[in-house]
Structure formats: structure tokens, C-alpha cells
């Protein structure tokens, strides 16, 4: 080997060499950058026919979110026990103002509708009598279906398929989920390149210089995109425990930061997602809506029967048996009307009483560590390959551009 030629032709072209590490340092960072942003950007499918590009987490917001709220639902939150949190005396309480108007709405409507002349007849104190048993009965009702809801929670109300609906209606907030919980783990990746590519530079140097073959830069270009991507994912994740190399402590990137991640993802699921407001609408229009109804025009009925117990023969003679089923079915119809503006009353007091978010974070704590990096690595692990070869393709165009500089 010619080591004088060699020595000769670095003092010639030192800058050329100098570059080759640098080249190297940017195309690490550069893929890098690129495959984190691949990952979010864009938003919705950007192109021509078949010929173009969504974020790899947007393209399969459905399938990402099932795998997250599969998780949530089955370790971290336990709707039964997270909802018989709630005090039914204290949701009555709460609610005592806006369901007295409502009841006193309801009533005079009903009321004058079926039998007007008589409510019209009756004094005002004889009136507010009638209104105040029905005002004092209706906490009543709404400490039993609180009681009742609460029981049969998982028939009400789907959990999963509410926080998988928000997801891939709003794909931003999925896109939140994954990259400021990982938002450390995205720099890692990014700034990893750098000092990948630098090593791989030097390599990229030393054999240039012993044989000025012009397939070394694009093909150290590509290595060092691919091993490089490569190298970054898998720091990220693994070792899953603590383990010692060359007397160095190591541990994934991601299992280290358990903490700080399960404070950021049960921030975003409670502000976000499992919202009371949410999970509120998921109850009153999702599947389990109808059940809810049924529920309430039964408690209502009910509750009607109990009042007019004393008197129901002479109620039935007086508007007749079939007004008389009419008037509870029109009561309970205005009963369910009001629910939606009645119960969003309580998204205080049901959002501390509730606490999901501290929920979560105590949940993270207990996960084991292959269940915990499920958080995050279904994001990566199926189209993973993909942006690992999009790494080594700029990879490989930028050194075939380095061979040309340097040959011409």
C-alpha cells in the first residue's frame, strides 16, 4: 500500500477530507429530522393518485389509536371503578338548581298541554305545591340512575370507542399524544445522527483515501442513514432494564424518562380526551344513548306513579287512562331533552372527583416494562422500516453528490 501517496494526497486535499466527516455528521441529522417529521407531517394524504405521502401516525390513525386505547382500557382505566368515584347525593346537589328548572319547566308544559283547564283553575299556591313534590322528588331519581349508570357503566358507555372516535377525528391531538409524550426521545434521535455520522465519517475517510472508489460515499451515505435510524430506535427502547456495558449503566431512553412520560400522557389523555365533557357526549349520543333514555323515561314514569299515588284513580278518571300514559311519556321526552344542558353542571366537580390524570400516572407506574413501551412503540414498530430506508435513499443521494463534487 502506497502510504506516502496516500499522506500526500490527504496534505493535497485536506478539505475534501475535513468535509467527508461533516457530510457525514449532516446527512445523520438530516435523515433523522426527516424521518421525525415523515412520521406527523402531513397531516392529511398530500399528492397525485396513488403517488404521494401522509404521516405515517395520520395515514393509520385508526389502527395507532386502537393499539393506545386498547392499553389505556385494559391497564390503566378501570371505567367501573374510575365512575364509582362519583357521590350520587353529591351529582344531585350539583345538580339541584338547573334540574329544578327543568322540572318546573317540563311540568307547566305537560301539565297545561293535557289538562290546562284544571292547572289554569288551581290557585298559585296550590300550584307551587304540586311543583315543589315533584322538585323534591327529582334528586331523588337522580341519585338512583347515578347508581344504577355507574353499575352498568361498561353498557353506557365504551371507553376505547369514545377516545379512538376523538382520535382519528381530530388525527392533531393523536399526533400530540405520541410526539410530546416522546418529545426528548425525538431530539435524541435527531442529535444521535450527528455523532453517528461523525464516526461513520471518519470511516467514510480512511477508506476513500485508500482507494478513491467511487462507490464509497454512496454507499457510506446510505449506511449512514439506515444504521443510523437504526441505532437511534433501538436506544430508544431497549435495554428495557437497567444493564451495565464497559462498566457504563444503560437503559432505553424511553424506559429511563417513566416518570416524566406518565405525567406528560395522563396531562394529555384527561385535557384532551377523556375529557368529563367527552365522555359526557360519548354517554348521551354514543350506543349505549338509548339505554340511557330508556333509564331515565322509566325513572320518570316512576317517580310520576309515586306522586300521584294518593290520587291516581281520580287523576286516571279525570284525563282518562290513554292521556294519562301520554302525560309520563311526554314528561320523560322532556326529561331526556334536558339532560345534555342539565348534567354539564357537574364537569367540575366531576373532573376532580374523577381525577383521571392522576389516575393514569399512578396506573404507568405499575405497567411492566414491555406493557409501558407499548406507549409509544406501536407508533414505530410497523412502518419503521419505512423510514429507515428513506434515511439510507438521502443517504445515498447526498454521497453519490459528494462523488461528483470531488470528481468534477
Not at 347515578?146 to 361498561?154: F, K, Q
Not at 400530540?176 to 434521535?189: C, H, N
Not at 445522527?193 to 485508500?210: H, S
Not at 390524570?357 to 406493557?371: C, D, K
Amino acid at each position: 500500500m502506497d502510504w506516502a501517496g496516500i499522506a500526500a494526497d490527504l496534505r493535497e486535499h485536506w478539505p475534501v477530507y475535513l468535509s467527508m466527516p461533516l457530510v457525514a455528521a449532516v446527512i445523520g441529522y438530516v435523515t433523522k429530522r426527516a424521518a421525525i417529521e415523515m412520521m406527523f407531517r402531513p397531516l392529511e394524504f398530500v399528492g397525485i393518485g396513488p403517488l404521494g405521502w401522509q404521516g405515517v401516525i395520520p395515514r393509520n390513525a385508526r389502527r395507532m389509536a386502537s393499539v393506545a386505547m386498547e392499553l389505556m382500557t385494559t391497564n390503566l382505566i378501570e371505567p367501573r371503578e374510575v365512575f364509582g368515584r362519583l357521590d350520587p347525593q353529591r351529582v344531585a346537589e350539583e345538580l339541584r338548581e338547573p334540574i329544578e328548572r327543568a322540572v318546573d319547566e317540563i311540568a307547566r308544559e305537560v301539565l297545561a298541554r293535557y289538562q290546562p283547564n284544571l292547572w289554569e283553575l288551581l290557585p298559585r299556591q296550590a300550584q307551587e305545591r304540586v311543583l315543589g313534590r315533584i322538585r323534591a322528588e327529582a334528586p331523588k331519581v337522580v341519585e338512583r340512575l347515578m347508581r344504577e349508570a355507574a353499575e352498568d357503566i361498561d353498557a353506557l358507555l365504551d371507553v376505547k370507542a369514545m377516545a379512538v372516535r376523538a382520535l382519528v377525528r381530530d388525527k392533531a391531538v393523536l399526533n400530540r399524544l405520541i410526539r410530546d409524550t416522546a418529545a426528548p426521545e425525538m431530539r435524541f434521535i435527531a442529535r444521535s445522527g450527528i455523532w453517528f455520522g461523525l464516526v461513520i465519517g471518519f470511516v467514510q475517510l480512511a477508506t476513500w483515501a485508500v482507494t478513491k472508489n467511487p462507490w464509497v460515499m454512496p454507499v457510506f451515505g446510505g449506511l449512514t442513514g439506515w444504521l443510523t435510524d437504526w441505532l437511534a430506535l433501538k436506544m430508544i427502547f431497549f435495554p428495557r432494564l437497567p444493564r451495565r456495558f464497559l462498566g457504563v449503566r444503560w437503559q432505553g431512553m424511553f424506559q429511563r424518562r417513566r416518570l416524566a412520560v406518565a405525567r406528560d400522557y395522563g396531562e394529555l389523555i384527561a385535557g384532551e380526551i377523556l375529557t368529563v365533557a367527552n365522555v359526557l357526549e360519548a354517554v348521551l349520543t354514543g350506543p349505549g344513548a338509548q339505554r340511557l333514555h330508556r333509564m331515565v323515561e322509566r325513572e320518570v314514569r316512576r317517580s310520576i306513579d309515586e306522586q300521584a299515588s294518593f290520587a291516581k284513580p281520580l287523576v286516571v278518571a279525570a284525563v282518562g287512562s290513554r292521556r294519562y300514559q301520554e302525560m309520563k311519556a311526554a314528561a320523560a321526552r322532556g326529561a331526556i331533552e334536558h339532560v345534555p344542558d342539565t348534567v354539564r353542571h357537574i364537569e367540575g366537580y366531576a373532573t376532580d372527583a374523577l381525577d383521571i390524570r392522576a389516575t393514569i400516572v399512578r396506573q404507568i407506574q405499575g405497567l411492566t416494562p414491555l406493557q409501558y413501551e407499548g406507549l409509544l412503540r406501536p407508533a414505530f414498530r410497523q412502518d419503521e422500516w419505512k423510514l429507515i430506508t428513506v434515511g439510507a435513499v438521502i443517504g445515498f443521494l447526498v454521497g453519490e453528490l459528494q462523488v461528483l463534487l470531488l470528481l468534477h
